[in-house]
């Protein structure tokens, strides 16, 4: 992945700057730092590329991959979607606008982040001493949290292996604890990318279920959940690509 993008910064710098394209890279090389005036180093530009690929990216498809399984596990659930879409965009592209008029779209995503998050483990450093439950903290030490752990913790989400989008009503989600749920991280260094995330999934989520209904090739299949960086299925997701009836 390195070598790719290294020839793709080679490429865009031999063109004339006027015959960029309009892109991110484009952005990313004509930056510059606000005091220095510099432009970022191709080394730079490399790691920012890598961050958005995997942030823009796989974690995405991630996401939908779970959100399909859950709707495949749960018909009643993408039958209320089907009848949100229908009624708000019917056979039409939907539009900014039309995503506002489909929370429950919506609310099937942040139900699939909550049982499915992309990003399952995340470290942060402790800045200073601490005691935690009785055990120390030293300053420096890397803490590892886990939104998977936390978004199926029973003292948060009553039923919490049960995948329920009406969790996420307004009045409900409300009154959740503020660190419950975490699938972007927290605080400070939450991820910069989680409105554009939501909305990307939000979105393609309607563009996809308005043509297709994925099913699974055994209704009894299970996934086997694994963790290497990002969240995924051990054995697969074997579905057929249905479309809508």
Same mark, same amino acid.
Not at 2 to 17: G, L, T
Not at 96 to 121: F, G, H, V
Not at 170 to 190: C, K, L, S, T, V
Not at 193 to 205: A, C, K, P, R, Y
């Given at each position: 992945?390195?070598?790719?993008?290294?020839?793709?910064?080679?490429?865009?710098?031999?063109?004339?700057?006027?015959?960029?394209?309009?892109? *991110?890279?484009?952005?990313?090389? /004509?930056? $510059?730092?606000?005091? @220095?005036?510099?432009?970022?180093?191709? %080394? #730079?530009?490399?790691?920012?590329?890598?961050?958005?690929?995997?942030?823009?990216?796989?974690?995405?498809?991630?996401?939908?991959?779970?959100?399909?399984?859950?709707?495949?596990?749960?018909?009643?659930?993408?039958?209320?979607?089907?009848?949100?879409?229908?009624?708000?965009?019917?056979?039409? *592209?939907?539009?900014?606008?039309? /995503?506002? $008029?489909?929370?429950? @779209?919506?609310?099937?995503?942040?139900? %699939? #982040?909550?049982?499915?998050?992309?990003?399952?483990?995340?470290?942060?450093?402790?800045?200073?001493?601490?005691?935690?439950?009785?055990?120390?903290?030293?300053?420096?030490?890397?803490?590892?949290?886990?939104?998977?752990?936390?978004?199926?913790?029973?003292?948060?989400?009553?039923?919490?292996?049960?995948?329920?989008?009406?969790?996420?009503?307004?009045?409900?989600?409300?009154?959740?604890?503020?660190?419950?749920?975490?699938?972007?991280?927290?605080?400070?260094?939450?991820?910069?990318?989680?409105?554009?995330?939501?909305?990307?999934?939000?979105?393609?989520?309607?563009?996809?279920?308005?043509?297709?209904?994925?099913?699974?090739?055994?209704?009894?299949?299970?996934?086997?959940?694994?963790?290497?960086?990002?969240?995924?299925?051990?054995?697969?997701?074997?579905?057929?690509?249905?479309?809508?009836?």
């Amino acid at each position: 992945m390195h070598a790719y993008i290294h020839s793709v910064i080679a490429q865009r710098r031999a063109m004339p700057e006027a015959q960029w394209p309009n892109d *991110l890279l484009s952005k990313l090389m /004509l930056a $510059r730092d606000e005091e @220095t005036g510099e432009a970022m180093s191709d %080394t #730079l530009l490399r790691d920012e590329s890598v961050t958005m690929f995997f942030a823009g990216h796989e974690t995405t498809a991630r996401t939908m991959t779970f959100t399909w399984y859950a709707l495949a596990k749960h018909p009643d659930v993408a039958r209320k979607l089907h009848d949100e879409i229908d009624a708000v965009v019917g056979d039409r *592209l939907p539009t900014i606008d039309d /995503l506002k $008029r489909m929370p429950y @779209t919506l609310q099937i995503i942040k139900e %699939t #982040l909550r049982l499915y998050p992309a990003a399952p483990l995340y470290v942060r450093d402790a800045v200073q001493t601490d005691v935690i439950d009785g055990m120390r903290i030293d300053a420096g030490a890397q803490i590892l949290l886990s939104p998977f752990l936390t978004h199926r913790h029973p003292g948060f989400w009553p039923d919490p292996e049960r995948f329920d989008p009406e969790r996420w009503l307004p009045e409900r989600e409300a009154a959740m604890h503020p660190y419950a749920y975490h699938p972007f991280a927290a605080g400070q260094r939450i991820c910069l990318g989680n409105n554009f995330s939501l909305f990307e999934s939000h979105l393609l989520l309607v563009l996809l279920a308005r043509r297709f209904a994925p099913t699974l090739t055994d209704p009894q299949f299970v996934t086997q959940l694994d963790m290497a960086g990002t969240l995924f299925s051990r054995n697969g997701m074997p579905m057929r690509i249905m479309p809508r009836s």
